[in-house]
């Protein structure tokens, strides 16, 4: 995770312990939805960073409904917030709410909370409109001695927010999902150093890649992560950035000026030695 800069650090600490409180007992007394939102708007601000009264929007208006919070950069809105209660349980029922907000907007970003529990997914504009989970807290498990749950904290952050890191994160769990992992396990430049280090144990014994590839896809790896569209959609990926490095190191050829060769200077003549030329006695 990104260090959390000393400032915001320092802010965090304090707003955490804070709110601790709060939300255990806003959870106690089973407090409704309203008061809910009133929380999370209050943490937006005080732990998030946010001005309360220009950068947090109640009630946002989206095409005839309504999402209950948004935050905004410079009149820009950057996250939309679906706050339950604090007592409910988050279901994917609320997120296709909270996700329909988002497209019909245009927001890429949508957060799903009951102020204890938080949740951000990456709105996937596709047919049909999709959602990926990118990153959750617990934000009563939050250790404020610990330096990486405070990171966990600063991810939520406007700072954070202006640093990208929700977007480094998303970039980092596309990279690292299941189906990547498993495409590139069974890409051709993997499966020749498989080879490699197995003929290296065995080197009497004839192995192919075919072999390898066989053996990962029917007993290494889940069927789940083989197949169907992510899977391939993972295989295209890998397949386009080798594409990518292929064509980009043959520009990088094409345009190093190739080095003509100087030219052999001719043979320097031998002049013999005045000694090697006199006439040997008796010649």
Avoid at 196 to 209: A, F, G, H, Q, Y
Wanted: aromatic share 4%.
């Amino acid at each position: 995770m990104t260090p959390t800069p000393t400032r915001v650090a320092n802010r965090l600490v304090t707003s955490i312990k804070r709110f601790q409180p709060v939300l255990s007992s806003a959870k106690t007394r089973d407090a409704n939805e309203s008061d809910t939102v009133i929380i999370v708007t209050d943490m937006l601000s005080e732990v998030s960073g946010y001005e309360k009264y220009a950068e947090i929007t109640s009630e946002h208006a989206i095409r005839g409904t309504y999402c209950d919070l948004a935050t905004m950069i410079n009149g820009k809105v950057q996250l939309l917030i679906e706050a339950k209660a604090v007592d409910i349980e988050l279901k994917d029922s609320h997120i296709k709410q909270a996700v329909d907000y988002a497209a019909n907007k245009g927001v890429d970003w949508v957060v799903l909370t009951n102020g204890i529990h938080w949740k951000i997914f990456k709105v996937i504009f596709e047919k049909p409109i999709n959602q990926e989970l990118v990153y959750e807290i617990d934000f009563l498990a939050l250790d404020t001695k610990n330096d990486e749950h405070l990171s966990l904290a600063y991810v939520l952050t406007k700072e954070g927010w202006l640093k990208e890191i929700l977007s480094d994160l998303h970039e980092q769990r596309q990279v690292l999902n299941k189906f990547m992992i498993a495409a590139v396990a069974s890409s051709e430049p993997v499966l020749d150093v498989m080879r490699r280090e197995l003929k290296r144990m065995s080197p009497d014994v004839k192995i192919t890649n075919e072999q390898i590839q066989e053996t990962l896809l029917q007993d290494v790896l889940k069927r789940e992560v083989v197949e169907g569209e992510k899977a391939d959609e993972a295989r295209k990926k890998i397949s386009r950035a080798v594409n990518r490095q292929l064509k980009a190191k043959a520009e990088k050829a094409a345009e190093t000026p190739t080095e003509t060769p100087a030219p052999t200077p001719p043979p320097t003549p031998v002049i013999p030695s005045p000694a090697a030329t006199q006439t040997a006695p008796g010649a």
